[in-house]
């Protein structure tokens, strides 16, 4: 594996794919409680799981991005259980 350190514009560019997934992730486990069609219900409930593995993944290559702070470990408090 690479493990050259990012670029400051890839690691910009990272950061904000990684506040993307996040915000579809949040947003998908909103809608999954005032929807009412089961089909849909599992559709957003595969996004919500392919979402999680994505920000996991982006997190990983995220560690070698230039900057001085640690990346976060710890899961955030779910909005809905």
């Known amino acids: ?46 996004d919500v799981e392919q979402s999680t593995q994505a920000i996991a993944d982006l997190q990983a290559i995220y560690a070698r991005a230039p900057f001085q702070g640690p990346v976060p470990q710890n899961r955030p408090t779910p909005i809905l259980n």
């Open 1 to 46: 594996m690479n493990t050259q350190p990012l670029a400051p514009h890839e690691s910009m560019e990272l950061h904000e794919a990684l506040n993307f997934k996040t915000l579809c992730l949040a947003k998908s486990k909103l809608m999954q409680g005032i929807v009412f069609d089961q089909e849909l219900k599992d559709l957003l409930q595969k």
